[in-house]
Structure formats: structure tokens, C-alpha cells
């Protein structure tokens, strides 16, 4: 099973900051990558496939780079409305795995 | 606009077994294009992907729970159910019915969500 690692677990930061949050997968998964957003007590929301392509209605201070093993999601300035737990998925291998989320807390 | 609802009881016994529907409203099930999965996350937990179906009736499982598992398909009422064996408490989590991509696997519509409590 393609195991997901993000990092940070926590991460403390002031509205406006510029947050990238991390996911490493292993083995490779080529650019086969989403990222979600998950707010208490909501579904997941999908921000960005293919690594770093954006979903439909998602705001450009989102954005995904990178391929095979490492992954990251940059939020450009941080609004309120972005504190939330992030989510990685791999659909490249057998069977999708996800990663354990990142929770970005205000500061 | 897509909306996929889940259904179904929020207590199960052990060693019973968990039955879930989701209905899909606002689009067809019989879409090739995607296939229609379910994902569940244990309290204060990551997801993990439980398995999918085709509207044809094309199953894939999730290895880990491959023997406990049977997904199916009712195209006719646009809804598709999960069954699980043998639960423990180990199961308890919320329950997430989602569309995703057959060309991919990513989740581009998520159901609300139903939390199923194994005691």
C-alpha cells in the first residue's frame, strides 16, 4: 500500500501568511495527487488534481506543485476562511490511499 | 448541482453488519465517466478508501477490507449501497458516499456524511 506522509501535523499561522504544506508519498505516484479541504463537521472539499491542477470554483491563492514522491500545497495569503484540515490522496496506485491531514490553525 | 445523500442507521451491534445507501440527485448514476465510491474517516482520523462501483455493476474493494465488503448498484432508483460485515468498534467512523473520476480516482462530489457507531 502507497503510504501518504504530510507535515506538518499542526500548523500555527497568522491570516495573510503564506502557507505550504507538505505530502510525500512512497512509492512514487507520478502526478497522481489531490488535495481536500475539510472544515468540522463537512465533507471534504477538492481543491486540486492532477497535482496541481484547481478544481472548478477554486480561489487562485491555491496552488499544487510537484510529482513522484513529493507534493506541495501552496496557499498564496491566507484568509479566514482557509483554516481548515488538508487532506493528500494518491490515485496512482493500487488501492488510493490518503494522507493523515494537516490542520492549519490561526496563530 | 450534483447532491449525493447517505442513509442508514447510526448504531450498529458487533458482529452485525452496516448497511448504508447514498442517493444521487441532480445527475444520473449511469455515467460512465465515474465510477461511485465509499470513504469513511474514524473520529479524529485520516480517510481511507473503502471501495467503488461502476453503474454497469463493476465492483473494486479495498484489499484491507475486501472480505467484509459488498458494494451495490440500483441504477433504476440513481442509488448505489455499501454493505460491511462483522463489525467492531474498530468501524466506527463517518461514512462518506463520493463521485470519482474513472480516468482518475479523485473525489470531485462528496455526500455529507453519516456517522455509524459500532456497540
Known amino acids: 500500500e502507497t503510504v501518504m506522509t504530510q507535515s506538518p501535523a499542526t500548523l500555527s499561522v497568522s491570516p495573510g501568511e503564506r502557507v505550504t504544506l507538505s505530502c510525500r508519498a512512497s512509492?512514487?505516484?507520478?502526478?497522481?495527487l489531490a488535495w481536500y479541504q475539510q472544515k468540522p463537521g463537512q465533507a471534504p472539499r477538492l481543491l486540486i488534481y492532477?497535482?496541481?491542477t484547481r478544481a472548478t470554483g477554486i480561489p487562485a491563492r491555491f496552488s499544487g506543485s510537484g510529482s513522484g514522491t513529493e507534493f506541495t500545497l501552496t496557499i498564496s495569503s491566507l484568509q479566514s476562511e482557509d483554516f481548515a484540515v488538508y487532506f493528500c490522496?494518491?490515485?496512482?496506485?493500487?488501492?488510493?490511499?490518503f494522507g493523515q491531514g494537516t490542520k492549519v490553525e490561526i496563530k | 448541482q450534483l447532491q449525493l445523500q447517505e442513509s442508514g442507521p447510526g448504531l450498529v451491534k458487533p458482529s452485525e453488519t452496516l448497511s448504508l445507501t447514498c442517493t444521487v440527485s441532480?445527475?444520473?448514476?449511469?455515467?460512465?465517466?465515474?465510477?461511485w465510491g465509499w470513504i469513511r474517516q474514524p473520529p479524529e482520523k485520516g480517510l481511507e478508501w473503502i471501495g467503488g462501483?461502476?453503474?454497469?455493476?463493476?465492483?473494486y474493494y479495498n484489499p484491507s477490507l475486501k472480505s467484509r465488503v459488498t458494494i451495490s448498484v440500483n441504477t433504476s432508483k440513481n442509488q448505489f449501497s455499501l454493505r460491511l460485515s462483522s463489525v467492531t468498534a474498530a468501524d466506527t467512523a463517518v461514512y462518506y458516499c463520493?463521485?470519482?473520476?474513472?480516468?482518475?480516482?479523485?473525489?470531485?462530489?462528496w455526500g455529507q456524511g453519516t456517522l455509524v457507531t459500532v456497540s
Open positions: 463520493a463521485r470519482q473520476s474513472a480516468a482518475a480516482g479523485f473525489v470531485d462530489y
Open positions: 441532480g445527475g444520473s448514476i449511469s455515467i460512465s465517466s465515474y465510477y
Open positions: 462501483i461502476y453503474y454497469t455493476g463493476s465492483t
Open positions: 512509492p512514487s505516484v507520478s502526478s497522481n
Open positions: 492532477g497535482a496541481s
Open positions: 490522496q494518491q490515485y496512482s496506485n493500487w488501492p488510493q490511499t
